[in-house]
């Protein structure tokens, strides 16, 4: 198989379902442009903003992509292409863009409220507690793993010599936010014409890469934590329009530039793919059922998709008919990129796979492709550029992941009646407060060594989207929509998680059988408290569900 044919048909099957299937789910559910969206009805000029549709693409999928649609089919190609391959396009379309989009409308249609509130008004308090502190409790990891990666990627001391790569990289990511400062200052204030808009925007990024490789930042990995810290907090306060929309959108335009790069490095070079189409269905990282649905996530389906969906985007969007693109869209932009890293791997493959981490993996093979499509004098500088921009978006996925664990905390605190409370729980619904709070537990938890339970975050982040699908199937069915599409997903992706919580805790049982180890039995607890959540939503949306199937259907 030629790379060039591979990716041609993948693309071809991505947009064939956006036209068809994603413009079919929008019929059937109902999107109206004329309606207003929470974004004007509750406007606060801090969360709830509206923006035009380009400027909330790139904020919304630079939140939702980071390094996953890389890292999990790069991992998982140890079970050949065509496994990976069949997973990103059938899991991309019908799971993760229905998930997505689903999580949008849902939440767009309730005042802008977390998937956790839609549970709520379905299936009662107490399930929303429960997805609530299971969501809050994975994004505290979330936090707490890529303020040590993205530490570790800035520390600008490897081994007491200064590494220029990592010094550049920290050095642009700075740029890039005193640049988003004022381009949403400007834009904000002046509301240019998009043509000026992205003008100025490719203007500020090509800035700031060049004088970020010119002069690299060098300090050490505890300063970077620190500032790091800081700016989480900053950013998770200030007004979403201030910091966090413009920076997410300005880093969009590197990874769209890489993108790019990447897809006509593969049509003009169109290598052969060496990787086997299929390996076995038994590998280092597990049987293809469950650990194929596991690994790869971002790049088919992944919960935290729904947070960022139900949390920072649906505030934002100005018109209902922006969903489409921005919730089903983003998610095959991202089946675009899981499809360019499994060529990667596939070029790259020489009697075994490539060595190294699914990042330099990633660049090795997009700047390999571009030196043979006769740019071989540049190879180091695009396997630069590409490290550089999946360092970026680890950041983004941070800030991120910092302002939804305020949100979900002061919801949290809150409770079913809403503010008005006293003492810690009043403290805690307020911005500021829940915001230390969260950084404070995420942080904490990457110094002491969150690598001892990293290894359940796959399964935690596919329950989360399983719980997404529930929600959302249970409200649909509440007013009276179409939901069968999503109760195939959910069922599928629910038979994954739990396959996978049961094979991880009984692996730590044959390891504590041989005596006590603290991460091993941390990992076993955890499995089984989250299989025990999961069976509970599940039996009581199920029953909620067979409730609304046995009576009569509300009007819409």
Known sequence: MNAATLFLISLACLVAGYLSYGRWLARKWGVDPQRPTPAHTEYDGVDYVPAKAPVLLGHHFSSIAGAGPITGPIQAAVFGWIPVTLWVLIGGVFFGAAHDFGSMFASVRNKGRSIGSIISNTMGSDAKRLFLIFAYLTLILVIAAFMSIVADTFDGFVGGSEVRVNGATASTSMLFIIAAIGFGILTNRYRPPMWANVALAVVLVAACVMAGTMFPLYLERDFWMVILAVYILVASVLPVWFLLQPRDYLCSFL??????????????????????????????????????????????????????????????????????????????????????????????????????????????????????????????????????????????????????????????????????????????????????????????????????????????????????????????????????????????????????????????????????????????????????????????????????????????
């Open 255 to 556: 990874l769209y530039g890489i993108i790019l790069m990447s897809i006509s490095g593969i049509l003009v070079s169109n290598p052969s793919i060496s990787l086997p189409g299929f390996t076995s269905f038994e590998t280092q990282i597990g049987y293809m059922f469950p650990a194929l649905f596991i690994t790869v996530a971002c790049g088919a389906i992944s919960g935290f998709h729904s947070l960022v969906s139900s949390g920072t985007t649906a505030k934002q969007i100005d018109n209902e008919r922006d969903m489409l693109p921005l919730g089903f869209g983003s998610m095959l932009i991202e089946c675009v990129l899981a499809m360019i890293a499994i060529i990667c791997v596939g070029v790259l493959f020489v009697d075994g796979m490539p060595s190294g981490t699914p990042t330099q993996v990633f660049a090795s093979g997009v700047s390999n492709m571009l030196s043979l499509s006769g740019l071989a004098e540049y190879e180091e500088l695009t396997y630069g550029l590409v490290i550089l921009a999946v360092s970026a978006f680890a950041l983004t996925s941070l800030d991120t992941s910092t302002r939804l664990g305020r949100f979900m905390l002061q919801e949290l605190a809150s409770g079913e009646e809403g503010a008005g409370h006293a003492g810690i729980r009043a403290l805690l619904c307020k911005p500021l407060p829940s915001t230390v709070v969260t950084i404070a537990l995420g942080g904490g938890l990457a110094l002491v060594g969150y690598q001892n339970i990293w290894g359940l975050f796959g399964a935690a982040n596919q329950l989360l989207a399983t719980l997404a699908l529930l929600a959302v199937s249970a409200w649909l069915g509440e007013i009276g929509k179409e939901r069968r599409m999503l109760l195939i997903p959910m069922a599928f992706m629910m038979a994954a998680t739990s396959c996978s919580l049961l094979i991880t805790a009984w692996d730590k049982v044959s390891v504590l059988v041989n005596g006590f180890d603290g991460p091993a039995f941390v990992q076993l607890l955890l499995s089984v408290l989250l299989l025990a959540l999961a069976v509970t939503l599940m039996v009581r949306g199920a029953r909620t569900i067979r409730e609304q199937m046995s009576g009569e259907a509300p009007d819409a």
